[in-house]
């Protein structure tokens, strides 16, 4: 009859431990901010267009922009007015951390 209760009391925890585990897992915690901007503006070039990407920490930088400028707008020389923003999310003890970079393609004039 004791081997019974401890079974059933095990068995309570386990359930109360994994609603806890969920419950934890499905709650999180999203926070954005700016991390650094640039407004320098050459004054010989031709405005194209804004362009933004949204990438995780290990592939983030400025030729990833530039990369994007230039699949989108054929002809990009640079890209300027760069924003980036920090996008960090919390689940329980994980977390995953993005990055916002925005800029204005331009091409030179010549």
């Known amino acids: ?3 019974k ?6 068995a309570i925890l386990i359930v109360l431990f994994l609603v806890l585990a969920t419950s ?3 709650t ?3 926070s954005t901010g700016p991390v650094t901007s640039s407004t320098a503006f050459p004054e010989n070039c031709t405005i194209l267009g ?3 990407i949204k990438t995780d920490s290990e592939k983030s930088g400025y030729f990833i ?3 994007e400028a230039k699949r989108k707008f054929p002809g990009t020389d640079d890209v300027v007015n760069i924003i980036v923003d920090v996008e960090r999310t919390n689940y329980f003890i994980f977390y995953k951390t993005q990055y916002k970079m925005s800029g204005i ?3 030179f004039n010549k």
Request: hydrophobic share 45%.
């Open 1 to 3: 009859m004791g081997s």
């Open 50 to 52: 804004r362009v933004t």
């Open 105 to 107: 393609a331009i091409r």
């Open 24 to 26: 934890t897992l499905i």
């Open 5 to 10: 209760k401890y079974k059933i009391v095990f």
């Open 28 to 30: 999180s915690c999203k």
């Open 65 to 67: 922009l530039l990369e």
